[in-house]
């Protein structure tokens, strides 16, 4: 079983629309989460964290559920630069900055 | 401008050669990574270094090998050994302690094509 899955869409929403994305993970020791943005051919880069309360940076939103073991991402009133894949991405603690990344979304957001 | 730069952008190989992938980076970061992307995957850890002279196998080793003789430099070598090796390869590094943040900052990739 894969330590990260996400659908891999793609998701073709109309600009202006809102999207979600959900992530599972197998290990239950898995303490800190986060999602990457990636455009097409270039790399990954660090969207937000996801912290055990959710949280928000403007039109994203990160929630996590432990008991779960998923995290979703929020985008509302989508852009077309918005348009990218997003990863999901894991780390355990104990496995001192071991990263696991899921295959990633892909979003294309519409005129 | 501080930041990690991999090279070369573009290599093409013949079969039963080996190539050497460069990475660089001027963050004073301990932790040094070296990720694998193929087309429509996630990405997979092919080795990793926490600090200077020691670093780890990580989850596609096969066929690789890594350096880490100076904090700022892990190359990574691609041996005729590796039976795929065509694939967009990512160089990472992060500071101590940031299992918590998750930062990884990247490189721009070397894609690696075996004619």
């Known amino acids: 079983r894969k330590e990260v899955e996400q659908d891999p869409g793609p998701f073709n929403v109309p600009e202006g629309a809102t999207v979600a994305f959900n992530c599972t993970y197998s290990n239950s020791a898995s303490q800190s989460f986060f999602w990457y943005r990636q455009d097409c051919r270039k790399e990954p880069k660090l969207l937000m964290s996801v912290y055990s309360s959710g949280n928000e940076d403007g039109r994203f939103t990160a929630q996590l559920n432990r008991a779960s073991q998923y995290i979703s991402l929020l985008i509302r009133d989508s852009k077309l630069s918005d348009s990218a894949t997003y990863l999901c991405v894991v780390n355990r603690a104990y496995n001192f900055n071991k990263f696991y990344f899921g295959s990633g979304t892909k979003l294309n957001v519409k005129p | 401008d501080g930041g990690i730069t991999q090279s070369p952008k573009y290599l093409f190989r013949k079969e039963g050669q080996n190539v050497t992938l460069s990475c660089e980076q001027n963050l004073n970061h301990d932790a040094m990574y070296w990720y694998r992307q193929d087309p429509g995957q996630g990405l997979r850890l092919i080795y990793y270094s926490q600090i200077v002279n020691d670093f780890q196998k990580g989850d596609i080793a096969e066929g690789y090998s890594v350096s880490r003789e100076k904090k700022e430099s892990f190359p990574l070598t691609v041996t005729s050994a590796q039976k795929n090796p065509t694939a967009f390869y990512l160089c990472?590094?992060?500071?101590?302690?940031?299992?918590?943040?998750?930062?990884?900052?990247f490189g721009e990739g070397s894609r690696l094509t075996v004619l």
């Open positions: 990472a590094s992060s500071p101590r302690g940031t299992a918590n943040t998750g930062e990884l900052f």
